[in-house]
């Protein structure tokens, strides 16, 4: 189809016509509401650092489809930082990792691991680590005291941890016997 300098000035005059009749007007999006139709709704904060900044999650059949920012919330009154706002993806991206994933010394692939697998895995190099590396005494001048630790073994704690998980976090830090133990939230 051609169209020629006088279909041109009429069709520009049609639609300079529809946008004086408001036809074309911008609609609000329908489309948040429709997601939203008929979701169980519930409150919960944001487990990224120590803020505890309030949520709204919504939940249609089972799924959560939903988090936002709680405007009723004394901490935060509906905002989110970039981490808070892109909390769903942490819980449904097809991009998280959900089994245990092992790359051999030397080499360049990763391979899926059994939960067992890694647990052991994980318990025989901490240990062998644990014991390389233990101090069992210090002397200080002449004297000698018993002081059973490792300098080797580090604990670096999450804000996504409860307070429960950060218990026996502690706990294990000190049965391992490392005084290095450390907290996401305090940084
Ligand atoms: S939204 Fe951001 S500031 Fe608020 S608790 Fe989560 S991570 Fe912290």
Redesign the pocket.
């Known amino acids: 189809m051609t169209v020629d300098r006088r279909d041109w000035l009429k069709g520009l005059a049609g639609t300079s016509a529809a946008f004086a009749a408001g036809d074309l007007l911008p609609q609000p999006s329908r489309a948040a509401e429709l997601k939203l139709a008929g979701a169980k709704e519930f409150t919960t904060?944001?487990?990224?650092?120590?803020?505890?900044?309030g949520?709204v999650g919504h939940v249609v059949q089972g799924k959560l489809v939903n988090l936002e920012?709680d405007p009723g919330h004394v901490?935060?009154e509906g905002?989110?930082?970039?981490?808070?706002?892109a909390?769903l993806a942490t819980h449904d991206s097809p991009q998280r990792v959900r089994t245990p994933k092992y790359r051999a010394p030397g080499s360049a692939e990763w391979t899926e691991i059994s939960w067992d697998e890694a647990l052991d895995k994980l318990a025989r190099k901490i240990q062998s680590v644990r014991d390389a590396n233990w101090v069992a005494t210090e002397k200080d001048g002449e004297q000698e005291f018993a002081v059973n630790r490792t300098d080797a073994i580090a604990f670096l704690g999450g804000?996504q941890s409860t307070n429960e998980e950060c218990y026996l976090w502690t706990k294990s830090a000190r049965l391992y016997g490392t005084s290095f133990l450390e907290h996401q939230a305090r940084l």
């Open positions: 904060a944001c487990n990224f650092c120590s803020c505890g900044c949520m920012g901490v935060n905002a989110l930082c970039v981490k808070g706002t909390m804000a």
